[in-house]
């Protein structure tokens, strides 16, 4: 079955922390697709990064990077030095072709940033 | 451009009555995919269409929830005889072609049955 886990319900840091938000994903497929979201306070879910399972070269975009490890099923997603903008909840979210390419989430992380 | 835009954003409704949910998807995005999404919660998979064709409707909780994209752009999710149970936030999505592309949402529709 295609799952996605995070484990973290909740993470709290500092501003200027470096913090690791953890995603493991479960698929029968060997293709597929992973992707992050991030939904501040005000509601809407805004786009991050996709990563095809083939690529499992790690990006970094600003303050922001990811970590791809087919070896452990995992697609962590970490903030340097983070912001009180970063505050709002992750979410990390899988498609396969084996269901369908349906767009499977996982129940997110809220992370907060403290001055 | 235009985002992906969903009406109303806010809809308080009685239960047994049935209420419509529009999307109108980014200009010349092929796919339309309808969430649910409850507090706490990631938005759950309904169901998605490619241009007018609905490809998997498996997340449908039960036969009061349909949706139709019958021109390939706008997209309606229907609840019928809605019950309390129903109330949450309703997302719609597009992408270019198919979920190995990103989706983009909607600001979302708020369901409250009383």
């Known amino acids: 079955a295609q799952k996605v886990t995070q484990a973290q319900t909740e993470i709290s840091v500092v501003e200027k922390e470096d913090v690791t938000l953890d995603c493991v994903y479960e698929t029968r497929d060997t293709t597929y697709y992973l992707f992050w979201y991030k939904q501040p306070p005000s509601g809407e879910l805004v786009f991050l990064i996709r990563?095809?399972?083939?690529?499992?070269q790690n990006e970094i975009s600003g303050r922001y990077s990811w970590n791809f490890q087919k070896s452990t099923s995992s697609f962590n997603f970490t903030i340097t030095a983070s912001q009180v903008v970063d505050s709002a909840v992750y979410f990390c979210a899988l498609s396969d072709e084996y269901n369908n390419n349906d767009m499977r989430f996982g129940a997110g992380t809220r992370l907060t940033v403290k001055p | 451009g235009a985002g992906v835009s969903q009406s109303p954003r806010y809809k308080v409704t009685k239960r047994g009555q049935d209420v419509a949910l529009r999307c109108d998807p980014i200009?010349?995005?092929?796919?339309l995919y309808w969430y649910r999404q409850a507090l706490g919660q990631g938005p759950e998979f309904l169901t998605y269409?490619?241009?007018?064709?609905?490809?998997?409707k498996s997340g449908l909780p039960n036969d009061r929830f349909s949706a139709e994209r019958p021109e390939g752009s706008i997209s309606t999710l229907t609840i019928q005889r809605t019950e309390q149970r129903d109330s949450a936030m309703y997302r719609c999505?597009?992408?270019?072609?198919?979920?190995?592309?990103?989706?983009?949402f909607g600001p979302g529709t708020r369901l409250t049955v009383t």
């Open positions: 200009s010349g995005h092929v796919s």
């Open positions: 990563r095809n399972s083939f690529d499992e």
């Open positions: 269409f490619n241009y007018e064709a609905q490809q998997d």
């Open positions: 999505a597009s992408s270019p072609s198919g979920s190995s592309y990103e989706q983009y």
